[in-house]
């Protein structure tokens, strides 16, 4: 069974930045896209990035222009990078094979101000 890991996660300032990864245990088939969300307790997950097979790319409104999706097919991986952090970035991010219900367990980001 495939498992998503995410990785990559921890402290960091205001301004800074993080890159994110998202795993897969073993080959998936490609057709398959890949989604990053974000929750904070008590609040719904939120959409932040996702990424087609193809590679194209789509992003919520409140990451456009800091944050870039992207994936390496032959490492099994997805990225998310994630530049001019701000404290309300902070959340669990989740990594997604969209169109299905397998998530990964999350990796906890947060931005000090």
């Known amino acids: 069974q495939v498992q998503l890991v995410e990785s990559g996660g921890g402290l960091v300032q205001a301004g800074g930045s993080l890159r994110l990864s998202c795993a897969a245990s073993?080959?998936?088939?490609?057709?398959?896209?890949i989604g990053w969300y974000r929750q904070v307790p008590g609040n719904e997950r939120e959409l932040v990035a996702t990424?087609?097979?193809?590679?194209?790319?789509n992003y919520g409104d409140s990451v456009k222009g800091r944050f870039t999706i992207s994936r390496d097919n032959a490492k099994k991986t997805v990225y998310l990078q994630m530049n001019s952090l701000k404290p309300e970035d902070t959340a669990v991010y989740y990594c997604?094979?969209?169109?299905?219900?397998?998530w990964g367990k999350g990796t906890q980001v947060t931005v000090s101000s």
């Open positions: 997604n094979m969209l169109g299905t219900a397998l």
């Open positions: 990424i087609s097979s193809g590679g194209s790319t």
């Open positions: 073993r080959r998936t088939p490609s057709i398959y896209g």
